[in-house]
Nanobody, 120 residues
Framework: QVQLVQSGGGSVQPGGSLRLSCAAS????????MAWYRQTPEKERELVAT???????HVADSVKGRFSVTGDLDNHVVFLEMNSLKPEDTAVYFC??????????????WGQGTQVTVSW
């Protein structure tokens, strides 16, 4: 089993920046890709950014130009850099990983979620 542990987040004023981290741990696994999602009570979970082996990184149109996703899948860590934050970015942010075990079977794990609040 792969566990994801998130860190970062918190409260910031509009225009500020935050950085989220997500680290994967486990035994004998290989990460295929990781993603960041966010969710508020009013909306369904929204895909924010993805990083996948062999593919370009992707960020949602709603955050393009402000957020970026970086990481090292071989070292099991991914980051979400969030700049020029807006109140509408307020949400619980989750990281997600698709990974394979030694047999090549593919599984999915979720982080515990991190609150990001953007307000005066």
């Amino acid at each position: 089993q792969v566990q994801l542990v998130q860190s970062g987040g918190g409260s910031v004023q509009p225009g500020g920046s935050l950085r989220l981290s997500c680290a994967a741990s486990g035994t004998a696994f290989s990460l295929r890709g990781m993603a960041w999602y966010r969710q508020t009570p009013e909306k369904e979970r929204e895909l924010v950014a993805t990083i996948t082996k062999g593919l370009p990184t992707h960020v949602a149109d709603s955050v393009k130009g402000r957020f970026s996703v970086t990481g090292d899948l071989d070292n099991h860590v991914v980051f979400l850099e969030m700049n020029s934050l807006k109140p509408e970015d307020t949400a619980v942010y989750f990281c997600d990983a698709h990974w394979s075990d030694y047999r090549g079977d593919i599984f999915r794990s979720w982080g515990q979620g991190t609150q990001v609040t953007v307000s005066w």
